[in-house]
């Protein structure tokens, strides 16, 4: 099993400022690699795929890169609306996993 | 729009059995893979079994092999988790999932699965 790690844990910024999330794959997985948000009580948004492809209607603001085993989610000005736990998941092997999530809260 | 609605989950005692449903609207349904994804309270997500079109390839997690079943209706437009031998571990939020081609691009509001005695 393809173990992710995320980090930090916990990330604390202020609004307008810029929030980099880091994951780690215990594995190269290329670039199948998956970001989703999820707020409190929420289902999770999916973000971006394929590492730094945004889906459909997400801002530009928010960017993935990275490749084989390193990869980073950047919110390049972040939103009020953007303060929530990050998952990242990869699909370049079964099963699929998912980071432990990052939890960016405002400063 | 895409939607998917699950239902059948509740108060479970440990050792029982329990089936969740999954109602998908807004898409063809049986052209996508789908996937049953959990989160224990307070904690991550965790993938818990994946089912391609036709039913002809089935994923399962380690922690669920054995006691949980995935099937589909296409004509149904319908996702199900059959759930047997609960334990306390298997309490969470079980959302249903679509997939793409890997990645889960449309997930469910979920429904609560409580094993306790």
């Known amino acids: 099993e393809i173990v992710m790690t995320q980090s930090p844990a916990t990330l604390s910024v202020s609004p307008g400022e810029r929030a980099t999330l880091s994951c780690r794959a215990s594995q190269r997985v290329s670039s199948k690699l998956a970001w989703y948000q999820q707020k409190p009580g929420q289902a999770p948004r999916f973000l971006i795929y394929d590492a730094s492809t945004r889906a459909t209607g997400i801002p530009a603001r928010f960017s993935g890169s990275g490749s084989g085993t390193e990869f980073t989610l950047t919110i390049s000005s972040l939103q009020s609306e953007d303060f929530a736990v990050y998952y990242c998941q990869q699909y370049n092997n079964w099963p699929l996993t998912f980071g432990g999530g990052t939890k960016v809260e405002i400063k | 729009e895409v939607q998917l609605v699950e239902s059948g989950g509740g108060l479970v005692k440990p050792g029982g059995s329990l089936r969740l449903s999954c109602a998908a609207s807004g898409f063809t349904f049986s052209s996508y893979s789908m996937n049953w994804v959990r989160q224990a309270p307070g904690k991550g997500l965790e993938w818990v079994s994946s089912?391609?079109?036709?039913?002809?390839?089935?994923y399962y997690a380690d922690s669920v092999q054995g006691r949980f079943t995935i099937s589909r209706d296409n004509a149904k437009n319908s996702l199900y988790l059959q759930m047997n031998s609960l334990r306390a571990e298997d309490t969470a939020v079980y959302y249903c999932?679509?997939?793409?081609?890997?990645?889960?691009?449309?997930w469910g509001q979920g429904t609560l699965v409580t094993v306790s005695s």
């Open positions: 999932a679509r997939e793409g081609s890997g990645w889960l691009n449309y």
């Open positions: 089912i391609t079109t036709s039913s002809n390839y089935i």
